[in-house]
């Protein structure tokens, strides 16, 4: 069993996407189908892989832009929080909010998850959804268990952690995510977020000061 995972940092807020693949079959889960659809499709491809599912970790309007086009390519399954679908439905007025014109909407979900920790599974691919709410409803973390790599959507960056001055954001229920459910997980798990370059979980324990100020 083999694991691979390309990162591509698409759009005008620089948001990753990431494809995982299981190399022996070739098939792949994409999260977060940031902006740029085109762009995702010709990575995949490059790789010789099939994308076969499409996760997000939220639904502001960068991490879900593209779902439309891919699901309409590809006649893939969609998996949201059920609590983003107000903002998915929004994805147009997001875009007159943010000066970038009315933009076209979303994918229509396949598949609501829930708060609970559920498993999203394709071939050797294993993912097990962690509820991390605050910078955004609904928001998911997605967690390869084996692997030892976190996907950590908005919640958790590099030195820092998710916005939480938009519409529904909640700084204090995201602390509380980021230490109840991600800060659990050892000091050498990998986390891929969705802005900015790679960390760890010990890393930020250590100098992440959102949450040494937080713990002091």
């Not at 590809?74 to 949201?80: A, K, V, W």
């Not at 829930?114 to 910078?135: A, C, F, K, M």
């Not at 529904?168 to 459910?181: N, P, T, W």
């Amino acid at each position: 069993m083999s694991i691979k995972i390309k990162s591509l940092t698409l759009g005008p807020f620089a948001t990753n996407a990431y494809l995982v693949a299981d190399t022996q079959t070739s098939n792949a889960i994409l999260i977060d189908p940031v902006d740029d659809a085109p762009a995702i499709l010709r990575a995949a491809e490059a790789e010789g892989w099939t994308i076969k599912l499409m996760l997000a970790t939220h639904a502001h309007l960068d991490h879900v832009l593209a779902s439309g086009e891919i699901k309409r390519q590809l006649q893939i399954p969609f998996l949201i929080h059920e609590d983003c679908e107000t903002l998915l439905d929004e994805i147009p007025l997001q875009g007159l909010y943010f000066g970038l014109g009315e933009l076209p909407a979303a994918a229509e979900p396949d598949r609501l998850l829930t708060s609970d920790s559920e498993v999203v599974e394709l071939d050797s691919i294993r993912l097990e959804s962690l509820y991390t709410p605050g910078h955004a409803p609904g928001h998911l973390s997605f967690y390869l268990a084996e692997q030892k790599i976190l996907f950590s959507g908005d919640s958790l960056f590099a030195g820092s952690i998710g916005r939480t001055d938009l519409p529904g954001g909640d700084h204090q229920l995201l602390m509380q995510s980021i230490f109840e459910q991600l800060m659990v997980l050892d000091d050498d798990v990998q986390v891929l977020p969705g802005h900015m370059g790679v960390t760890t979980i010990g890393r930020e324990r250590l100098t992440n000061p959102f949450i040494l100020s937080y713990n002091s």
